[in-house]
């Protein structure tokens, strides 16, 4: 007979994330294995090997949390697992393994979008933590991570109304981008973040901020581009190759440009989202994703709500980076609400976790010439990809 254990599986992009909850927040025990190291030689991550070292760890990541929390698979009563956005070949690996033990164990599964994950870490509560009241609705909550920058009102659980996002670069593309152009490998936002603070002597450069008016939409492509300016222009200066050609600045340099790339990106996420929260009244604040672990959004975030009067969630850094915690947090709530999937749930490559007001669930696809051929084969490539046959 089963259990009442939460089991979560992550492997959307990078890193192989495996939980055990009891309960919608409490971690049991839990492992991540990053593949931060794998993808560092090409400074951005390559699907394929992805894809393969998920299928080589999740196996040891699972065994890990078992033991940990001294439990057999007997002791899972349900199994949540991400089904996107994401990776297609990561998500795979994590999707067929954990619809496969639901079944092998006759426990019911849920898919949960990885957005939602993030946002439902603030939320948990670590294996010994003394229980902490749950952030209160309404609220605002910003995601930041290496994909996705949004912010979503709140009223109640799993509901959500976009408020704005980026428009171009997600926050932790830029850090790694910019983390690129300085030389300081990947993934930039943690090197960023430390060269930054190499600088807190200094002055940081000055770097430039898009605000797109009253909007809460974000926008990091042309800070990027001023940064690649500075940059080019310096290392021509100084008679250095190009960044690409493996020019560098002088370390002082570095960190007065990563103090102040930092700082713009930080001033604008921090603004909207303090300014989100008092124009749509929220009492909390909550944050998610890998950037939510900076410290500099946090203290800046920390600063702003206690002037607000609004209460601040931000998990710790672990919890904010990928991990299968927060997928059992989403998931929990989705079972309580009484989701289940069926053992043809695929995986989905793009998933919003709330559109515009007034936008389409999807858009419609063609149904003539050529680009109704080019959407079918599309439609069924990635269906035979997610190990399903639509016709
Ligand atoms: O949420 P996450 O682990 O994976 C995605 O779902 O994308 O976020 C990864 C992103 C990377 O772009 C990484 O550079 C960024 O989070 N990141 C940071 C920090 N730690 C991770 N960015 C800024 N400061 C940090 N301390
Ligand atoms: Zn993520």
């Given at each position: 007979m089963s259990g ?7 492997s959307?992009c ?7 909850l009891?309960g ?6 839990q492992?991540?294995a990053?593949?931060v190291?794998?993808?560092a030689?090409?400074?951005?991550i ?20 078992l ?10 009563g349900?199994?949540?697992?991400t089904a996107?956005p994401?990776?297609v070949?990561s ?22 979008n990885?957005?939602e994950?993030h946002?439902?870490a603030a ?11 749950e952030?209160?609705?309404?609220l605002?909550?910003?995601v ?45 936002g943690?090197?960023?973040?430390a060269?930054?603070?190499?600088a807190?002597?200094r ?8 605000w ?7 926008s ?12 080019e222009?310096?290392?021509g ?16 340099r ?22 989100a929260?008092?124009t ?10 890998g ?9 800046r ?17 672990g ?5 299968g915690?927060?997928?059992g947090?989403?998931?929990a709530?989705?079972l ?10 695929g ?11 007034g936008a389409?669930a ?9 680009a109704?051929?080019?959407y ?16």
């Amino acid at each position: 007979m089963s259990g009442g254990l939460l089991l979560a599986v992550e492997s959307s992009c990078d890193e192989t994330g495996v939980a055990l909850l009891d309960g919608p927040r409490r971690i049991v025990a839990q492992a991540v294995a990053s593949q931060v190291a794998l993808h560092a030689g090409t400074g951005g991550i390559v699907p394929e090997l992805a894809a393969r070292a998920h299928l080589r760890w999740i196996d040891p990541a699972l065994d890990v949390v078992l033991v940990e929390a001294g439990a057999t698979l007997a002791d899972v009563g349900s199994v949540a697992v991400t089904a996107g956005p994401g990776l297609v070949g990561s998500l795979l690996v994590g999707l067929a393994y954990a619809k496969a033990l639901a079944w092998a164990l006759d426990v019911p599964v849920v898919g949960v979008n990885h957005l939602e994950g993030h946002l439902y870490a603030a939320w948990l509560l670590d294996p010994g933590e003394i229980e902490r009241p749950e952030p209160v609705f309404p609220l605002v909550a910003l995601v930041v991570s290496g994909g996705h920058t949004f912010l979503v009102e709140m009223r109640d659980h799993l509901s959500y109304r976009l408020l704005g996002e980026t428009v171009d670069d997600a926050a932790g593309e830029a850090f790694d981008k910019a983390g690129r152009l300085l030389g300081l490998g990947y993934p930039g936002g943690p090197a960023i973040a430390a060269a930054a603070a190499d600088a807190a002597e200094r002055t940081p450069e000055r770097l430039p901020r898009a605000w797109l008016g009253d909007s809460f939409d974000f926008s990091f492509s042309g800070l990027k581009t001023a940064l690649r300016r500075m940059v080019e222009f310096e290392l021509g200066a100084l008679g250095l190759p190009s960044a690409e050609n493996g020019g560098r600045l002088p370390p002082p340099r570095v960190a007065a440009l990563a103090a102040g790339f930092q700082e713009s990106v930080v001033d604008v996420l921090a603004t909207k989202t303090l300014r989100a929260a008092e124009t749509t009244g929220a009492r909390a604040i909550v944050v998610g994703g890998g950037v939510a672990s900076n410290a500099a959004l946090r203290d800046r975030l920390a600063t702003g709500a206690a002037a607000l009067g609004v209460d601040l969630v931000i998990p710790r850094p672990g919890l904010c980076t990928d991990n299968g915690a927060m997928i059992g947090a989403a998931g929990a709530r989705r079972l309580a609400a009484g989701e289940r999937a069926g053992l043809d749930l695929g995986v989905r490559a793009s998933w919003p976790l709330a559109r515009p007001a007034g936008a389409p669930a999807s858009r419609r696809p063609p149904t003539r010439g050529a680009a109704a051929r080019a959407y079918a084969a599309v439609r069924d490539a990635e269906a035979d990809a997610a190990g399903r046959v639509a016709r």
